[in-house]
């Protein structure tokens, strides 16, 4: 399995613009692609509804070595083998979603500010997004946060950090060269005509431009985050 800090290329599988009967093609089409990092995000579903569905994911991710990860739930990792959850601002803290999945786990936390991010990173979490970057229809009363703060924000925090919110092949050079080293992509991808073929296109100028270089801790920083490395290496 990868380790977070060897993910660049972060996909969502969202229920606003994926059908439930195409969540297996499309998590296909994705990791073939070359997404490192898969979440589900299934706003209004049931929980029985959500693990179904990560039951069907898990042995296509299992297989490609690909994290997968839940959004806002993190008490189904006790009934399903994902690899983390992921929370929101509004949600459960890092260390309050890691007692809900009663296991070792990835926590990612979503962050809209540098002070977010900041205290993301000293709760604990393994991983933060950080966006939108611009007016987004997945999110669209969030507010675009722009590019301006890219660069303090890979000087300042030291976690591996997803630039979300409108990012798309389009842009992708405009959005690294403002400092971005990791991307989430949503709707450009799951909405392609073809998600296999968009999704390779973006990982391979994502490398060109050289988002994706390494940095020296690994993506993990705190001594309690390397000592839970291991755990899902």
Not at 99 to 116: F, M, N, W, Y
Not at 119 to 125: K, L, N, Y
Not at 176 to 191: E, N, Q, T
């Amino acid at each position: 399995m990868k380790r977070i800090g060897d993910c660049f290329l972060y996909g969502i599988v969202d229920l606003g613009y994926v059908v439930e009967r195409n969540v297996e093609l499309v998590t296909s089409q994705l990791v073939a692609g070359g997404v490192d990092l898969l979440q589900l995000r299934a706003k209004g579903h049931s929980k029985p509804e959500i693990a179904n569905l990560v039951l069907a994911m898990l042995p296509i991710t299992k297989l490609a070595g690909v994290p997968l990860i839940v959004n806002d739930h993190p008490d189904l990792l006790r009934d399903v083998a994902a690899d983390g959850c992921h929370v929101g601002q509004e949600d459960f803290g890092v260390a309050e979603a890691r007692d809900l999945a009663g296991r070792p786990c990835i926590v990612g936390k979503s962050t809209h500010s540098l002070e977010q991010a900041g205290s993301a990173q000293q709760e604990g979490a393994d991983y933060i997004g950080f966006g939108p970057l611009f007016p987004t229809a997945t999110k669209p009363s969030a507010v675009a946060v722009g590019l301006g703060q890219l660069d303090v924000l890979h000087r300042t925090i030291d976690l591996p950090v997803f630039c979300i919110g409108g990012v798309k092949l389009e842009n992708l050079r405009e959005v690294v060269h403002a400092g971005a080293r990791r991307v989430c992509l949503v709707s450009d991808l799951v909405c392609a005509l073809d998600v296999q073929a968009h999704t390779a296109a973006v990982k391979v100028l994502l490398r060109e431009l050289g988002g994706g270089a390494r940095d020296n801790t690994g993506g993990f920083t705190t001594e309690a985050q390397r000592a839970r490395r291991s755990e899902w290496i």
